[in-house]
């Protein structure tokens, strides 16, 4: 049997988004034209995910028996392990010297906090207790300067026995250029110290900034006890309890998929995987609509993330943080803000009105719930507005009580001085605001005009909001997919294998060696087929994909330029420069032609090719009729109250047109549709609002 697995002939999958509030799974199966969607409540193990799988397998009356292509998991077990310090007790060893890197930080503040006397940081995930120095010393060219003293190694091995550490990260100077000392710390460790987990920076991040990767390789290392842990129970309750004997990927932050055993490995990879699924899921959706450029939103109970394609393409960075410790491994370029349906509204000293960025969560949520909720919130205020049914809500299966959003937010409006509408209307004036500031981080900010894009809003309150966040900045169309709030899950089952590479190479690129960076990218090659090999893809799948990252000299910056996936050459080198000074002009208004560049990092990406489903959800037909059901007052801020059309979505087939004020329900979500705008069904089953008719 090969060791590869092939669904060439399989055309069912499944994907699965665990959140913080409900686990969502969805089921595609293109040989009998079928999609479902399924949520329920998410649990902190892995239940809601064997759950999930056993009750969509229910619903579309298969067995596990039957082929299957794949499983792909996505969940925020991660990045919740980081927010609620959940990870294990690491231990650092360091060179002599630079124990306290991770205490010292960089000299730059968050934005936004510039001028706050009393900001605060998190402590280090590593106590300083648990940090220790080793004599020894490479140099910046990787030549020895010191020996690794292996004595005290074993000496610290001993300390860390007794402690009961069970894992360890390992950061020595310039490790990146000669890894040896780091590869003789884990021999003398994994004999000292049988079965603890070892993390080397040269293995995870083979880069200088000193603190950079030294703050990714702690990560990585208070997540593998847990990580692998949960991925080892995963796996084995998805063959066990739901049957089910095909492959099982994780998706990680890159917006690609990888296998259990090598997230296992490097469990950071997945620490921001939550809301890359989405974004993926965006990239696929465009290329049925035809539209390339896009500006993806997903609101949810607690956070509102942007990103944006260009192109038809995901844009990825390098370096993010969480909870400001930072992380450098490539991931989807998203921002984030506390604005979610969840979101909590409160007055300052002054009586100024804000919402966010606490949130109500799940547990108690907001008021109107009736689990014990009492502040006001998002929903509460959508409620009140007239733009949330309390009978159908979640499709009706959740009830929703207007008397507690009116008793919430009249607290507000008692020291306001306003009616309770007046202050739902606020609330929702406020945070469309902070939402509206968010797009122009991601657009205006970068040198994007928004008014070039469209916009595509998913996650549960996000179709609730888009319309007016189209309109604030004249965006001309809004794209809202068929299942809005199961879209991430939809996202993990369309999108490739992905593993991501880095090399510091520093040198001028006119005394660069070619020879020299070509070894390089063939070292990285061969680390991707080996993990590729793992994830089981057959090799006529792979596809090499290399940059270079490139600065102007003198700079603390560089930018990553793609180049073809064949020997590196003087003309591909010209010809990355050219690219390197035009994309610096355009992020920055300026080039320096005739400036010396300096090549600071080789890139690798290697995919495993999937075969792609046709569509992002579709449904298998469209019951009922387009005609609208009971017009409901509401209440839209700077328009007053309206009288609205109320559509079912399951009832609107493709060419249906709907003029605003106008509200379209479905299970999962509700959109809202101003008055001067119109929306059309396209036969994807996507709905696209604008000032026009789509097409016309």
């Known amino acids: 049997?090969?060791?590869?697995?092939?669904?060439?002939?399989?055309?069912?999958?499944?994907?699965?988004?665990?959140?913080?509030?409900?686990?969502?799974?969805?089921?595609?199966?293109?040989?009998?034209?079928?999609?479902?969607?399924?949520?329920?409540?998410?649990?902190?193990?892995?239940?809601?995910?064997?759950?999930?799988?056993?009750?969509?397998?229910?619903?579309?009356?298969?067995?596990?028996?039957?082929?299957?292509?794949?499983?792909?998991?996505?969940?925020?077990?991660?990045?919740?392990?980081?927010?609620?310090?959940?990870?294990?007790?690491?231990?650092?060893?360091?060179?002599?010297?630079?124990?306290?890197?991770?205490?010292i930080r960089r000299l730059g503040r968050p934005a936004g906090y510039l001028y706050d006397l009393f900001l605060g940081f998190p402590p280090p995930l590593v106590r300083r207790a648990l940090r220790f120095?080793?004599?020894?010393?490479?140099?910046?060219?990787?030549?020895?300067?010191?020996?690794?003293?292996?004595?005290?190694?074993?000496?610290?091995?001993?300390?860390?026995?007794?402690?009961?550490?069970?894992?360890?990260?390992?950061?020595?100077?310039?490790?990146?250029?000669?890894?040896?000392?780091?590869?003789?710390?884990?021999?003398?460790?994994?004999?000292?110290?049988?079965?603890?987990?070892?993390?080397?920076?040269?293995?995870?991040?083979?880069?200088?900034?000193?603190?950079e990767r030294t703050s990714t390789t702690v990560l990585h290392a208070y997540l593998k006890p847990l990580i692998s842990g949960y991925l080892r129970t995963l796996a084995e309750r998805v063959r066990s309890e739901a049957g089910l004997a095909c492959p099982l990927f994780i998706l990680q932050s890159n917006g690609g998929l990888s296998s259990p055993g090598v997230i296992a490995d490097r469990p950071a990879t997945a620490l921001l995987s939550g809301p890359s699924g989405g974004v993926v899921a965006s990239s696929h959706l465009a290329d049925q609509i035809g539209i390339n450029d896009l500006i993806t939103v997903d609101m949810g109970g607690t956070s509102f993330d942007v990103s944006i394609l260009r192109e038809g393409r995901v844009q990825v960075s390098e370096e993010r943080g969480i909870l400001e410790h930072p992380l450098r491994v490539p991931m989807v370029d998203i921002h984030t803000i506390g604005a979610g349906g969840g979101s909590i509204a409160w007055l300052d000293e002054a009586d100024g009105l804000h919402v966010g960025p606490h949130s109500a969560g799940s547990d108690p949520g907001p008021a109107c719930y009736g689990h014990g909720g009492t502040e006001p919130t998002v929903t509460d205020a959508n409620v009140l507005l007239g733009l949330l049914a309390p009978e159908s809500f979640l499709g009706g299966k959740m009830r929703i009580h207007p008397e507690l959003a009116f008793a919430a937010c009249e607290k507000l409006s008692d020291r306001l001085e306003m009616s309770v509408l007046e202050v739902a209307a606020g609330i929702r004036r406020v945070v469309n605001n902070s939402m509206a500031g968010a797009i122009r981080t991601m657009t205006v900010k970068k040198g994007h005009d928004p008014r070039e894009f469209a916009l595509l809003a998913y996650g549960g309150a996000g179709p609730l909001h888009a319309a007016d966040l189209m309109q604030e900045l004249d965006i001309p169309w809004l794209l809202v997919p068929e299942y809005p709030g199961c879209f991430s899950a939809q996202g993990a089952m369309v999108t490739d294998v992905r593993h991501d590479y880095v090399q510091s190479i520093v040198a001028e690129t006119d005394r660069l060696s070619l020879a020299e960076v070509e070894a390089t990218f063939q070292v990285m090659s061969s680390a991707g087929r080996a993990d590729l090999e793992r994830d089981g893809i057959s090799p006529e799948n792979w596809r090499f994909e290399r940059s270079l990252e490139l600065r102007y000299k003198g700079q603390s910056f560089g930018l990553n330029v793609p180049v073809a996936d064949r020997s590196l050459g003087s003309e591909i080198l010209a010809a990355a420069i050219g690219v390197f000074h035009d994309r610096h002009e355009h992020l920055y208004g300026f080039k320096v032609a005739g400036a010396r560049v300096e090549l600071v990092g080789t890139r690798l990406s290697v995919l495993g090719c999937l075969p792609r489903p046709t569509a992002v959800g579709h449904r298998d037909s469209m019951p009922g009729s387009s005609s609208p059901g009971l017009p409901r007052s509401i209440y839209l801020p700077g328009q007053g109250k309206l009288e609205a059309q109320v559509y079912a979505r399951t009832g609107l087939a493709p060419g249906n047109t709907i003029a605003g004020p106008a509200i379209i329900e479905q299970m999962d979500t509700t959109t809202v549709i101003p008055p001067g705008l119109v929306a059309t069904v396209h036969d994807s089953g996507v709905l696209i609002i604008g000032r026009r008719r789509w097409g016309a």
């Open 1 to 103: 049997m090969s060791r590869f697995f092939s669904c060439q002939v399989p055309s069912m999958r499944i994907g699965v988004d665990v959140g913080g509030t409900f686990t969502d799974v969805v089921l595609s199966d293109e040989s009998r034209n079928l999609f479902l969607v399924h949520k329920l409540p998410s649990t902190p193990s892995a239940d809601s995910t064997i759950q999930g799988l056993q009750q969509v397998l229910d619903l579309a009356g298969l067995n596990a028996s039957q082929l299957m292509s794949f499983v792909a998991h996505g969940s925020t077990i991660a990045t919740n392990a980081v927010i609620e310090r959940r990870g294990a007790e690491v231990a650092l060893l360091t060179t002599r010297g630079f124990r306290d890197v991770l205490e």
């Open 133 to 211: 120095e080793v004599t020894e010393r490479v140099g910046y060219t990787g030549s020895i300067l010191t020996p690794l003293d292996k004595t005290e190694v074993r000496r610290i091995a001993s300390e860390l026995k007794r402690r009961g550490i069970t894992s360890v990260a390992t950061c020595y100077l310039f490790s990146f250029v000669n890894p040896e000392h780091e590869r003789q710390t884990r021999a003398i460790l994994a004999e000292e110290l049988p079965g603890v987990n070892i993390t080397l920076s040269s293995d995870v991040l083979p880069e200088f900034r000193e603190y």
